[in-house]
């Protein structure tokens, strides 16, 4: 059974940091593509950045290019969201996200001051 368990969220303010991490297990991580996705409160779900198998690609939405590090570490099957420079704008719940659509149960992140 595929699960997925992010964590790592929580309140900071706006020009903080946080690290996300997802714990993935019953597939086979290492040969997939990930991503990070989020839900906006009262939006639909927005991708934030991809990667693949191998953590030689990544590509990242415009709104988080430059902010978000997107990486991953087959050998613990682990995803990771590195998030610098937060803004309000970024508070969302964030899901990773296997290529067949599946998501772990998210983890919220809020900024505020």
């Known amino acids: 059974e595929v699960q997925l368990v992010e964590s790592g969220g929580g309140l900071v303010q706006p020009g903080g940091s946080l690290r996300l991490s997802c714990a993935a297990s019953g597939f086979g991580f290492s040969s997939y593509g990930m991503s990070w996705v989020r839900q906006l409160p009262g939006k639909g779900l927005e991708r934030v950045s991809d990667i693949n198998s191998r953590g030689s690609i990544t590509t990242y939405a415009d709104s988080v290019k430059g902010r978000f590090t997107i990486s991953r570490d087959n050998a613990k099957n682990s995803l990771y969201l590195q998030m610098n420079s937060l803004k309000p704008e970024d508070t969302a719940v964030y899901y990773c996200?296997?290529?067949?659509?599946?998501r772990g149960q998210g983890t919220q992140v809020t900024v505020s001051s």
């Open positions: 996200q296997t290529p067949f659509g599946r």
